[in-house]
């Protein structure tokens, strides 16, 4: 079966270490994104991609960055891990614009 | 811009309880609906969904219908579990030409007692 997975499930790091998270998909989707989720906040984006060479910004990308160079793996990349970066990361994939998205199983990050 | 408004939580309700939670979006074109639940721990799933007016999505007795005319979209269940107590995002497909970022709303907490 399709499926999205992320690694690590859980991290623990140290301020302003660069910290790479892991997202592949199996489902041959061109659309793949990166979210946060805090407390208060639901769920934001932080970047995008809609095929490969392309990322986009999202509303929270400051100190993040991704890179595409194939349809099934968007890395998401603290430059300098910041404690505002403590938070629940789930990298998400779709086929069109307006299909559903999936969703990983998230990666839980404490910056100490 | 566009957004997705759903009712503010925590819900709480006893076993065997109806529920309700409402959902609204703005109407920029003509956007696909989404419920997602989130179990503790986990990502978020897709539950149901709706394409098009007055269409009814369902799912593990879960059931919300695209009114365009109120452009709304409830989540309804008749009878709630233990087993649903969960977070549930409501999210709308964006305008033409903002490609695949889903607009989700806030998420509503739902806590079913036994």
């Known amino acids: 079966d399709a499926e999205i997975t992320q690694s690590p499930r859980h991290k623990i790091t140290e301020t302003g270490r660069q910290v790479t998270l892991a997202c592949h998909q199996t489902w041959n989707h061109n659309n793949m994104f990166w979210y946060r989720q805090d407390l208060g906040h639901g769920l934001r984006l932080i970047h995008y991609?809609?095929?490969?060479?392309?990322?986009n910004k999202g509303e929270v990308s400051d100190g993040y960055s991704v890179s595409r160079s194939n349809t099934e793996d968007l890395p998401l990349t603290l430059e300098s891990a910041a404690s505002s970066q403590t938070s629940v990361y789930f990298c998400?994939?779709?086929?069109?614009?307006?299909?559903?998205?999936?969703f990983g199983p998230g990666t839980r990050l404490t910056v100490t | 811009g566009d957004s997705v408004t759903q009712m503010e939580g925590p819900v709480t309700l006893s076993e065997e309880a109806c529920l309700t939670i409402?959902?609204?979006?703005?109407?920029?074109?003509?956007?696909?609906l989404f419920w997602y639940v989130q179990y503790p721990g986990e990502g978020l799933q897709l539950l149901l969904k709706?394409?098009?007016?007055?269409d009814k999505g369902s799912n593990k007795g879960f059931e919300a219908t695209y009114r365009k005319e109120t452009t709304s979209f409830h989540l309804e269940k008749g009878s709630v579990q233990v087993s649903d107590s969960a977070v549930y995002f409501c999210a709308r497909s964006p305008p033409g030409n903002q490609g695949g970022k889903l607009i989700f709303g806030q998420g509503t907490e739902l806590s079913v007692k036994p």
């Open positions: 409402n959902c609204t979006y703005t109407a920029t074109g003509y956007p696909s």
């Open positions: 709706a394409t098009k007016a007055d």
């Open positions: 991609s809609y095929g490969v060479q392309d990322t």
């Open positions: 998400a994939s779709s086929a069109t614009g307006v299909d559903e998205q999936y």
